[in-house]
T-cell receptor, first 112, second 117 residues
């Protein structure tokens, strides 16, 4: 079955440092979504990428979808304490019907 | 705004009890999902539903069943709770069935932290 992996599992950074999490799928994806879960909260949708090689930005966050549509990355520039949380990618295959697989997440800690 | 609510934030049950977790969404979404979230394992799909009275198994359906009698409500049932079902349970809904559109976005409820003693 489809598998979605994320690295690293944990990341501790000093405030102001950059952070990147990587998402890799065992199969080609039709699209990929990113979610953020604050400590004690529930996952909240951040963005969806659909096109091969697509890059989208949200303020300090940059999302990228690989050319082969099997991997993605989320990069945060100059982290802030408000960035703390777990970042999940979720891959959707091109088969009809919901085949929505979440990665295990990367937990980000930002030290002030 | 989409609102997904779950019946309890915290629940403590005993081994062997029957447990009902309720989820309600108010945006007329077609699709609803139940996940469990465990440290290091992320979100794992238990069951999902495309429509009323319709259900599909996810990755870890064993020990669970679901019910969707009304479009807005999706219930997760643990017929006989066991200690390995202690977890955070998250319900989600989405408008479309994953066809690569923006309406695939999943909206999550606040979660129910279930402890089985």
């Amino acid at each position: 079955g489809q598998q979605v992996m994320q690295i690293p599992q944990y990341q501790h950074v000093q405030e102001g440092e950059d952070f990147t999490t990587y998402c890799n799928s065992s199969t080609t994806l039709s699209n990929i979504q990113w979610y953020k879960q604050r400590p004690g909260g529930h996952p909240v949708f951040l963005i969806q990428l659909v096109k091969s090689g697509e890059v989208k930005k949200q303020k300090r966050l940059t999302f990228q979808f690989g050319e082969a549509k099997k991997n993605s990355s989320l990069h945060i520039t100059a982290t802030q304490t408000t960035d703390v949380g777990t970042y999940f990618c979720a891959g959707i295959t091109s088969n009809y019907g919901q085949n929505f697989v979440f990665g295990p997440g990367t937990r980000l800690s930002v030290l002030p | 705004d989409v609102k997904v609510t779950q019946s309890s934030r915290y629940l403590v049950k005993r081994t062997g009890e029957k447990v009902f977790l309720e989820c309600v969404q108010d945006m007329d979404h077609e699709n609803m999902f139940w996940y469990r979230q465990d440290p290091g394992l992320g979100l794992r799909l238990i069951y999902f539903s495309y429509d009323v009275k319709m259900k599909e198994k996810g990755d870890i359906p064993e020990g669970y069943s679901v019910s969707r009698e009304k479009k807005e409500r999706f219930s997760l049932i643990l017929e006989s709770a066991s200690t390995n079902q202690t977890s955070m349970y998250l319900c989600a809904s989405s408008l479309s069935p994953g066809l690569g559109t923006s309406t695939d976005t999943q909206y999550f409820g606040p979660g129910t932290r279930l402890t089985v003693l």
